[in-house]
Structure formats: C-alpha cells, structure tokens
Nanobody, 115 residues
C-alpha cells in the first residue's frame, strides 16, 4: 500500500500558475506510474498527465503546452506545474499511484480558476 498526499491547490486568476505536489510514502521507483486526474462537477474523472518509473511522461491534449509533470526522486514527490490556467481547468485534482497490487488515490486538491 502507498499513501499519497497532495498539496498546492487554490484559487488563481485565468492566465495564472499553480504547482501541485503529490508526496508518496514509498520510493517512486517502486511505483509503476504516478498520474494526475481531475474531476469537475457533473463530469467523468479524466487523466491529465502521468510519469512512469522510468521517467516517461505523457499529457492530455487539453493541457499540452501548458502543464508539465516532473518528479523529485529524493523527495518521492511528483509535481504538476500548471501554467496559463483557464476556467475550464477548474476541478479537483487527484494523484494516483499504480502498483502491481493495485491503484491508490490521494485525497484530492481543489483548483479553481476564476477572476
């Protein structure tokens, strides 16, 4: 099992930036992939970005060019840098860790983009 703690959410104006953090209780090298999902009211939870244990990354088309996923190996933390935020980015952002024995979720971090 792994515990995931998200931080960094908040209220930001359109065009602004936020950085979300996902701190894992295990070495991130022991986790197959860590992903960021988001969910807005009335919508399905959607995959935003992921990074594998080997360092490969992928981003959803809706955030390419604006968001970046990265990690700090020594801190066992994955980051989601969000730039040029839009009102449609407003959602609860969840961190997900995929291990052989299953998938685990963080508690979520609210991101609100509004003027």
């Amino acid at each position: 099992q792994v515990q995931l703690v998200e931080s960094g959410g908040g209220l930001v104006q359109p065009g602004g930036s936020l950085r979300l953090s996902c701190a894992a209780s295990l070495s991130i090298f022991s986790i197959s992939a860590i992903s960021w999902y988001r969910q807005s009211p009335g919508k399905w939870r959607e995959l935003v970005a992921f990074i594998t244990s080997s360092g490969s990354t992928n981003l959803a088309d809706s955030v390419k060019g604006r968001f970046t996923i990265s990690r700090d190996n020594t801190e066992n933390t994955v980051y989601l840098q969000m730039n040029s935020l839009k009102p449609e980015d407003t959602a609860v952002y969840y961190c997900n860790a995929l291990l052989r024995r299953g998938a685990f979720w963080g508690q979520g971090a609210q991101v609100t983009v509004s003027s």
